[in-house]
């Protein structure tokens, strides 16, 4: 079964230190989409990526937060420094334009203390 | 802008009758319509979607969904909960506005299934 998968699953740092969460698409699909959950604010897109192109990155706190697609295989969500209230799961998702259906990762919980 | 609302944060039903789980959505265009469930510390996994053609939708687990263009609605049913269907569900809305078809998700109705 083709399946979207993300690294690390869960990762606990401290205050200000640089986090990376990494995913691997599906292959052949031409859209990517990084998404953060929480109780309060439930699902927030964060980076939405075509064809390797940044496309919206409008959710993301440009302060802090990059993402990148630096080849077909890897999507990249860096936070620099962390901070507690970045504390979420953070998913990465797939897909096609033409069918619009997502298929997202198993996410990464982030602790940032 | 679109816009999705899931009315209510949760739904309690027991397990063999009918469940219903409600979504509307606001949308310039024609709407692509999603359901998604997501299991405890799991991804949200696709259900069922409608972008054209008949207004009944048949999903995964024996879920459907009927879109109702006049009532902006796009509602989950199933004929007979089972305690494994308790889960979060998430409505989606994407539409070809700029051609992005961006999903816009609801915050979500978690489903209890009584035994």
């Known amino acids: 079964d083709a399946r979207v998968t993300q690294t690390p699953r869960d990762k606990v740092t401290e205050m200000g230190q640089e986090v990376t969460m990494r995913c691997q698409p599906i292959l052949g699909h031409n859209t990517v989409f990084w998404y953060r959950q929480t109780m309060m604010q439930g699902l927030e897109l964060l980076a939405y990526f075509r064809n390797r192109a940044p496309l919206d990155d409008s959710g993301m706190p440009k302060d802090r937060f990059s993402a990148e697609m630096p080849d077909a295989t890897l999507a990249t969500l860096k936070i620099q420094p962390s901070e507690p209230r970045d504390s979420a799961v953070y998913f990465c998702a797939s897909g096609l334009v033409d069918t619009g259906e997502l298929f997202f990762g198993e996410g990464s919980r982030l602790t940032v203390l | 802008a679109q816009s999705v609302a899931q009315p209510e944060d949760q739904v309690n039903v027991a397990e063999g009758n009918p469940l219903t789980v409600k979504c509307t959505y606001s949308?310039?265009?024609?709407?692509?319509l999603f359901w998604y469930v997501q299991y405890p510390n799991r991804g949200l996994q696709f259900l069922l979607k409608y972008i054209t053609g008949d207004n009944l939708v048949k999903g995964s687990y024996g879920f459907e969904a009927e879109f109702n263009k006049s009532q902006t609605s796009f509602h989950l049913k199933k004929p007979s909960a089972l305690v494994s269907d308790s889960a979060l569900y998430f409505c989606?809305?994407?539409?070809?506005?700029?051609?992005?078809?961006?999903?816009?998700f609801g915050r979500g109705t978690s489903l209890i299934v009584h035994p």
């Open positions: 989606a809305v994407s539409g070809a506005s700029g051609g992005s078809y961006i999903p816009t």
């Open positions: 949308v310039s265009g024609n709407p692509y």
